[in-house]
């Protein structure tokens, strides 16, 4: 009788132990990842279902607004970042899905950096901004798939190194009536952001991702992920949020959008 007692208070334990969330490799909590607004600073994240290796979150944002992505390695490791907006690469502008063959920023041990638009070249990028889905640049592709979502893969590195791009030190489908509510991020004006090539060999599997879907606040209180307000639901469908110096022609960064219009890929 009383080993079965004993039994039953072990049960408690066991659930609780089941219903902590497992660290992702030890980096959940050592790298940040912020959606910085010129004019606001730091946007304020509404978390949802956060467990394991994923984490989201919402943020409200307005309409013309230029922003910029915020990562902070807080480790004490080198980690490669694979980053979407509306889906596309923020390096090639190709349709990502976070793979670790894909360009990636690199970010040394306890350092931080800020990515603040398309990549156009080496040395230069086209600002984020928050605008309609057919000014965005995914629109450019003709491609709704991930809209309105800036996603973050984390990837610690291997012995064996590949190349990944380093911000110098010197720089700072869904249904007509709710894509008609959804947002998609612009490409904004040049702007200088010095980069070089380095020897970056990722995992297998990234140990983070990070999603951020940004919407009007509008949208977000009818919604109720916003306190206090109204809620309506939203049908479409997300790839990425699931209901659970001179202009460089290279392969290898963002086309400007205009070339997009008559020759979608």
């Not at 290796?53 to 919402?58: D, G, I, N």
């Not at 990562?71 to 190709?94: E, P, Y």
């Not at 041990?109 to 398309?118: N, V």
């Not at 040395?123 to 928050?130: D, E, G, H, I, K």
Request: hydrophobic share 30%.
């Amino acid at each position: 009788m009383k080993t079965f007692r004993n039994m039953l208070a072990l049960i408690p334990l066991l659930m609780l132990a089941l219903a902590l969330p497992v660290h992702a490799d030890g980096l959940s909590n050592k790298v940040d990842v912020q959606v910085i607004s010129d004019d606001r600073g730091k946007l304020h994240e509404y978390p949802v279902d956060s467990w394991g290796r994923k984490q989201r979150s919402y943020i409200a944002v307005r309409d013309g607004e230029r922003y910029r992505i915020r990562v902070r390695n807080r480790s004490g490791q080198r980690i490669g970042l694979v980053i979407a907006v509306d889906g596309r690469n923020i390096i090639t502008g190709d349709k990502s899905w976070l793979g670790r063959k894909e360009a990636k920023y690199v970010l040394d041990p306890w350092e931080s950096a800020e990515y603040e638009g398309w990549r156009t070249s080496r040395n230069q990028v086209n600002r984020f901004y928050f605008t309609d889905v057919e000014d965005s640049y995914a629109d450019a592709w003709g491609d709704h798939s991930a809209m309105g979502v800036i996603a973050v893969a984390v990837y610690k590195q291997k012995e064996h190194e590949h190349y990944g791009y380093q911000q110098k030190r010197e720089s700072s489908s869904r249904s007509k009536a709710a894509r008609s509510e959804a947002m998609g991020t612009g490409f904004g004006e040049r702007q200088w952001s010095p980069t070089h090539k380095v020897r970056f060999q990722p995992r297998k599997k990234p140990a983070l991702k990070k999603f951020i879907k940004y919407e009007r606040r509008r949208s977000l209180c009818r919604r109720g992920i916003i306190r206090h307000c109204g809620r309506d639901h939203d049908d479409g469908w997300n790839r990425f949020w699931p209901d659970d110096d001179d202009y460089d022609d290279s392969d290898e960064y963002a086309p400007y959008p205009w070339r997009l219009r008559h020759h979608r890929k």
